[in-house]
Nanobody
């Protein structure tokens, strides 16, 4: 399993922005599909965005399309989730997850085997 460390969460007003980071000390994230998931209180964990290991192609849930952008920085071995125009409904604990390519799909959190500890995002006045 890959040890993942998320950071960048916090409290932000509606319309604000945050950038989440996902790092993996000792592992090369290039070889993994990286997923960003979130879980709000009382709700199931849902896929927000995934970025492939091969060509960097991305997937976004409809709820965040046009507002969130996932990217890789290979030199820093870090994956980012840039979140713009945040809404109160984006409030959740956000997790990054990693899985070798092949079986991982963004609509199935259970298809990812390695998870970070999560970082809390709160969008509120």
């Amino acid at each position: 399993q890959v040890q993942l460390v998320e950071s960048g969460g916090g409290l932000v007003q509606p319309g604000g922005s945050l950038r989440l980071s996902c790092a993996a000390p000792g592992f090369t994230l290039d070889y993994y599909v990286i997923g960003w998931f979130r879980q709000a209180p009382g709700k199931e964990r849902e896929g927000v965005s995934c970025i492939s290991s091969s060509d960097g192609s991305t997937y976004y849930a409809d709820s965040v399309k046009g507002r969130f952008t996932a990217s890789r920085d290979k030199a820093k071995n870090t994956v980012y989730l840039q979140m713009l125009s945040l809404k109160p409904e984006d409030t959740a604990v956000y997790y990054c997850a990693a899985e070798p390519p092949g079986l991982a799909t963004c609509d199935r959190p259970s298809s990812f085997g390695s998870w970070g500890q999560g970082t809390r995002v709160t969008v509120s006045l």
